[in-house]
């Protein structure tokens, strides 16, 4: 299988939307291979515990080493990143998506309560890069619908995962910009036009019309990726929208 992603949580039946959609059809036909794995089959006491209180005072609970570094031992293998959800890590961005598309694989750690004991990672950096992110500034509850995400958005990359590729070269982000708008048939509907240009045959007319969009659009929703552009990343036309 070319690309591998191994999960390990204490909710396997949270991540079992990774079966359907896109993901499902690629595993259906080999392109990558998904394994969950139940985090307390690591644990050797009667009440299989996964927590406990944090050294130091304070509320909630910690994840236990000790089930996370077996877990780890017969999950990972050497050299595959370990991506850890948390919201006090990096930012999980297109550009992050599209480098881990290009490993072998990945093996996520879902932590619950308040974390994991940060000796995990620490540890785990001994084998293999380790990837602490958060995918946006907003705490859930856990790990596991953050996994879903970068799953879905790395392994749209892949490969023959999505079989347009022009739909991901052209994605909002992969240029730093947003998407502008998209119109289908009827031309006018419930009095609402599609911009005569795209009707116009005029395909030069209609890249520079998308481009304009595009920038108008995170000029007013995201000003801070226009600001973030690489020197030369706008020409003459661009500073004129
Ligand atoms: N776990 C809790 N909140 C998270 C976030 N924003 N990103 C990744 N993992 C998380």
Known sequence: VPFRVDVVTIFPEYLTP?????????????????????????????????????????????MKPEPWARALEAVRSPGTR???????GRPFTQAVAAAWATEPGLVFACGRYEGIDQRVADWAAGAGP???????????AGGESAVLVMVEAVTRLLPGVVGNRE?????????????GPSYTRPASWRGHEVPAVLLSGDHAAIARWRRAESLRRTAARRPDLLAALPDGALTDDDRAV
Do not use: C, F, N
């Open 18 to 62: 990774l079966r359907q959609s896109l993901l499902g059809k690629a595993a259906e036909r080999g392109l990558v291979g998904v394994e969950v794995h139940d985090l307390r089959q690591w644990t050797d006491d009667l009440h299989r515990t996964v927590d406990d209180a944090p050294y130091g005072g304070g509320p909630g609970m910690v």
């Open 82 to 88: 370990l991506v850890v959800p948390t919201p006090a």
């Open 130 to 140: 380790v990837s602490e992110v958060s995918i946006g500034d907003y705490v859930l």
């Open 167 to 179: 739909s991901v070269e052209y994605d909002s982000h992969a240029d730093g910009l947003l998407e």
